[in-house]
């Protein structure tokens, strides 16, 4: 499965004017955690998750609620940062959103056999989700320019 529409909500193919509307309005948590991992305002780490990501799709409720996708560690590797920045509609779409998470994660270890990145420990309702996914996650440890501490998380596909 990689689209998906319910006559309410869909999934599809981002494109560049999702980027303004889900960055405008995203979560404060996600705000939080893409400065405090890198230095990110929303337009910027949005933008770079859709130039840089090999799939990328958007989550649609009547407008942009969230993107996500994986971005390559490297050309010719076998491991991909996995990621998603959202607005606060998407606990609107809860029970739609965590019924299908688990089918896109599978999508995107059919490119990628190997999905990690960090998620800022202050951001539970995230390594909650991470867990019901079931992300493998390490210890948490400092990261970032301000040395915050984040967990790293992975997702490996099963032979």
Known sequence: MID???GTIKV???IKSDVKHIADNMRESDRAEIWASN???PFDAISTGLENSVFCRTIVN???IAMFGI???SIVG?????WLLGTPDIDKIKTVFL???EEYVEV???YYGHLSNYVDVRNEKSIRWLKFLGAEFKDPEPFGPEGLMFQHFSFTKEK
């Open 12 to 14: 599809r193919k981002s």
């Open 71 to 73: 971005c390559p560690h």
């Open 4 to 6: 998906y529409d319910d």
């Open 78 to 82: 076998v491991s991909a940062n996995i």
């Open 108 to 110: 995107m270890l059919e």
């Open 39 to 41: 230095h990110l305002l």
């Open 99 to 101: 019924r299908h998470c």
């Open 62 to 64: 009547g407008h942009p």
